[in-house]
């Protein structure tokens, strides 16, 4: 298996710009995570779908986040409009059942100018 | 604030010796796991031990876990090079919708 897939795997863009990271979970896994990683705040739980359903988005930063799951083999975090603070590494992992060993993706590092 | 705290933040070794971190949590909890991650990288999964377990191995992880304490310890022997990477405490809390949360994380070193 080729693992837990992000793209793109860095991301620079300007403030107020639009950025969609997308992650592709390992086959067969049923609980996908969504974590934001930086020097200060460390590594931050911001949404996890449960069979393609969001359970918990109350690590979701604020309104301009938001995340989708269509369907088993797909997710997309979406963050409109970016803001500098914003940067940060974007994590993606995928685990059967939400309370198991979680596999990561690569990750996607966001600049935000 | 964060569910898992770990110390010491940072840690240096010579190669050869063993590296002890510690976890602390605040709640209950169903397992406790830890993970690795090299600069730059993902994180990887090293070991899951449940809350009836109190010490479980995996080649050169020891770990333990007191959950009267609610603390939990990571032990690597004979250390390598190759172990040089930040180490995190995960606790799954399953009193709030299952959420789960990464600890602060020490960072190891190992001289060769």
């Known amino acids: 298996d080729a693992g837990v897939i992000q793209s793109p795997r860095h991301e620079v863009t300007e403030m107020g710009q639009e950025v969609t990271l997308r992650c592709k979970p390992i086959?067969?896994?049923?609980?996908l995570f969504w974590y934001r990683q930086t020097m200060m705040r460390g590594l931050e739980l911001l949404i996890y779908?449960?069979?393609?359903?969001?359970?918990?988005d109350s690590g979701m930063p604020e309104d301009r986040f938001s995340a989708k799951m269509p369907n088993a083999s797909f997710s997309t975090l979406k963050i409109q409009p970016s803001e500098p603070r914003d940067s940060a590494v974007y994590f993606c992992?995928?685990?059967?059942?939400?309370?198991?060993?979680?596999?990561f993706g690569p990750g996607t590092r966001l600049t935000v100018t | 604030s964060q569910q898992g705290e770990e110390d010491p933040q940072a840690l240096s070794i010579q190669e050869g010796e063993n590296a002890t971190m510690n976890c602390s949590y605040k709640?209950?909890?169903?397992?406790l796991q830890w993970y690795r991650q090299n600069s730059g990288r993902g994180l990887v999964h090293l070991i899951l031990?449940?809350?009836?377990?109190r010490e479980k191995h995996s080649g050169r992880l020891r770990v333990t876990l007191d959950t009267s304490k609610k603390s939990s310890s990571l032990l690597i022997t004979a250390s390598r090079a190759a172990d040089t990477a930040s180490y995190f405490c995960?606790?799954?809390?399953?009193?709030?919708?299952?959420?789960?949360?990464f600890g602060t994380g020490t960072s190891l070193t190992v001289i060769p």
């Open positions: 992992a995928s685990s059967l059942g939400s309370l198991t060993e979680q596999y």
């Open positions: 086959s067969g896994h049923n609980s």
């Open positions: 779908f449960n069979n393609n359903v969001p359970i918990d």
């Open positions: 709640t209950s909890i169903n397992n």
């Open positions: 031990i449940r809350s009836n377990e």
């Open positions: 995960a606790t799954p809390m399953v009193t709030t919708g299952n959420q789960f949360y």
